[in-house]
């Protein structure tokens, strides 16, 4: 359990941990025969958890192909960080205006079902795009305005998905197993970073974007269909007179001070994300290097948040997630900033390594620690606020970096962005989070 205990709980919350599911498995934290919890590698082999891991990172494989190929198109079309920032906006501006609405659905209705038609919706842009490229061409398109509007459509599904993706979580395991299992459940994302961007910017190269777009778009049909065939667990049901409006996720916050804060970490490192897709494009251009050089940027983060997962198990029992949060932050605006003066592309692709090993650090302990402090009522609306505080930065974050880095260079975004998060790194250091939690 997490060093921040604090938080004020009612009988009837912890009756609801305690609870069997609607006629599925006990949720008591261990099997009918009392054996503990799984740990990760019999995570991985369970029948639910393991295809839906296998499944979200296809998928999510298959939109960081989008996101990178998106990019890179944007910029052949306009020479411009900012237009780049602007499908940014468009991927993830939804976020802000739809979900707190989103995650109310997912408290109220079939989370499995929502993560269907959004991943349906993201197939549809991303599967868009790519017809409407095959057919007249990068010179036919008009602008880059088309990127923009299919990364909307993309952004709409995300908004879907998200809050009840992250719902959905402890339905695929038991409650005890949620740790290991929200650790998992960011290996596809890490994995996916690492890869995805690379072998986008190599499809682009050598067959066009029309394929990259295409391939992306599958990943999110497979998906899907994926998930119509898992055999969830049931969800608990809702205490009698629970509040099911938007606004009680918000008044959440006023009742565990401590979630907020770990929300404004979640948001720093939405923002200390962004310049791997924003400014990559403008930052090779001025190391004399092309598309493919952007690719190998986003890649070399996703390679150092891989590498971090593989310690996260120990750093989690000898320094608690509070701490590993600080460190993580702390890493990432010193990756970020690393990045942006590096005078050679190698020093640069060694500075994003370290950056997106302090994201795997930093976004995996602040999830943890806010999945393990939420009633399952308010589950899907408290990680809308998440999504809002992950994503949702990112509209803002990609418009300032794209407009500073036309106005003055890419190193100085960087740095702005950098100050930024080692700020948040001392807002949100383990002491804080105590005093937070305990008042």
Same mark, same amino acid.
């Given at each position: 359990?997490?060093?921040?205990?604090?938080? @004020?709980?009612?009988?009837?919350?912890?009756?609801?941990?305690?609870?069997?599911?609607?006629?599925?498995?006990?949720?008591?934290?261990?099997?009918?025969?009392?054996?503990?919890?799984?740990?990760?590698?019999?995570?991985?082999?369970?029948?639910?958890?393991?295809? &839906?891991?296998?499944?979200?990172?296809?998928?999510?494989?298959?939109?960081?192909?989008?996101?990178?190929?998106?990019?890179?198109?944007?910029?052949?079309?306009?020479? $411009?960080?900012?237009?780049?920032?602007?499908?940014?906006?468009?991927?993830?501006?939804?976020?802000?205006?739809?979900?707190?609405?989103?995650? %109310?659905?997912?408290?109220?209705?079939?989370?499995?079902?929502?993560?269907?038609?959004?991943?349906?919706?993201?197939?549809?842009?991303?599967?868009?795009?790519?017809?409407?490229?095959?057919?007249?061409?990068?010179?036919?398109?008009?602008?880059? +305005?088309?990127?923009?509007?299919?990364? &909307?459509?993309?952004?709409?599904?995300?908004?879907?998905?998200?809050?009840?993706?992250?719902?959905?979580?402890?339905?695929?395991?038991?409650?005890?197993?949620? %740790?290991?299992?929200?650790?998992?459940?960011?290996?596809?994302?890490?994995?996916?970073?690492?890869?995805?961007?690379?072998?986008?910017?190599?499809?682009?190269?050598?067959?066009?974007?029309?394929?990259? &777009?295409?391939?992306?778009?599958?990943?999110?049909?497979?998906?899907?269909?994926?998930?119509?065939?898992?055999?969830?667990?049931?969800?608990?049901?809702?205490?009698?007179?629970?509040?099911?409006?938007?606004?009680?996720?918000?008044?959440?916050?006023?009742?565990?001070?401590?979630?907020?804060?770990?929300?404004?970490?979640?948001?720093?490192?939405?923002?200390?994300?962004?310049?791997?897709?924003?400014?990559?494009?403008?930052?090779?251009?001025?190391?004399?290097?092309?598309?493919?050089?952007?690719?190998?940027?986003?890649? $070399? &983060?996703?390679?150092?948040?891989?590498?971090?997962?593989?310690?996260?198990?120990?750093?989690?029992?000898?320094?608690?997630?509070?701490?590993?949060?600080?460190?993580?932050?702390?890493?990432?605006?010193?990756?970020?900033?690393?990045?942006?003066?590096?005078?050679?592309?190698?020093?640069?692709?060694?500075?994003?390594?370290?950056?997106?090993?302090?994201?795997?650090?930093?976004?995996? $302990?602040?999830?943890?620690?806010?999945?393990?402090?939420?009633?399952?009522?308010?589950?899907?609306?408290?990680?809308?606020?998440?999504?809002?505080?992950?994503?949702?930065? @990112?509209?803002?974050? =990609?418009?300032?970096?794209?407009?500073?880095?036309?106005?003055?260079?890419?190193?100085?975004?960087?740095?702005?962005?950098?100050?930024?998060? =080692?700020?948040?790194?001392? +807002?949100?250091?383990?002491?804080?989070?105590?005093?937070?939690?305990?008042?």
């Amino acid at each position: 359990m997490s060093e921040v205990t604090g938080v @004020r709980r009612s009988p009837d919350d912890d009756a609801d941990r305690r609870a069997p599911s609607d006629g599925g498995p006990p949720d008591d934290g261990r099997t009918p025969d009392g054996s503990p919890p799984r740990g990760s590698l019999r995570l991985l082999v369970d029948p639910v958890f393991g295809p &839906f891991f296998v499944g979200k990172l296809l998928s999510t494989a298959g939109i960081w192909i989008y996101n990178i190929v998106a990019a890179i198109l944007a910029y052949e079309l306009s020479g $411009s960080a900012f237009v780049v920032g602007l499908v940014s906006v468009a991927q993830f501006g939804p976020q802000l205006l739809f979900a707190p609405l989103s995650g %109310a659905v997912a408290d109220r209705g079939d989370r499995r079902r929502q993560v269907v038609v959004g991943q349906l919706i993201s197939a549809f842009g991303a599967g868009g795009l790519a017809v409407w490229v095959a057919l007249v061409g990068v010179e036919g398109l008009p602008g880059a +305005w088309p990127v923009i509007a299919a990364a &909307f459509v993309v952004g709409i599904g995300f908004v879907v998905n998200g809050p009840a993706m992250n719902a959905l979580l402890p339905s695929l395991v038991r409650p005890n197993e949620l %740790a290991p299992a929200v650790a998992l459940n960011a290996v596809p994302f890490t994995l996916a970073r690492a890869g995805g961007p690379a072998i986008g910017a190599v499809i682009a190269a050598s067959t066009g974007p029309a394929t990259a &777009f295409a391939l992306a778009a599958a990943t999110k049909v497979g998906f899907a269909l994926l998930l119509v065939t898992l055999p969830l667990r049931r969800p608990r049901r809702h205490r009698p007179g629970a509040d099911r409006r938007i606004r009680a996720g918000i008044r959440y916050l006023r009742e565990d001070p401590s979630v907020l804060l770990l929300l404004t970490g979640v948001a720093a490192i939405g923002v200390g994300a962004d310049p791997v897709i924003t400014l990559t494009p403008a930052l090779s251009a001025s190391l004399g290097a092309g598309g493919t050089l952007v690719g190998v940027f986003a890649s $070399s &983060f996703g390679v150092g948040a891989g590498i971090a997962f593989l310690v996260l198990g120990v750093l989690r029992r000898r320094i608690g997630q509070e701490r590993i949060a600080a460190v993580g932050l702390t890493l990432l605006a010193t990756g970020i900033a690393g990045a942006g003066v590096s005078p050679t592309a190698g020093l640069a692709i060694a500075a994003f390594v370290v950056g997106g090993a302090g994201m795997t650090m930093s976004l995996t $302990s602040l999830s943890t620690l806010i999945q393990e402090r939420l009633p399952e009522e308010l589950r899907g609306r408290v990680m809308a606020l998440w999504s809002v505080a992950f994503l949702g930065s @990112r509209p803002l974050a =990609a418009a300032v970096n794209g407009a500073v880095a036309d106005a003055t260079s890419p190193m100085v975004a960087h740095l702005m962005v950098a100050a930024l998060v =080692a700020a948040v790194a001392v +807002w949100v250091r383990p002491a804080r989070l105590a005093r937070a939690a305990a008042g």
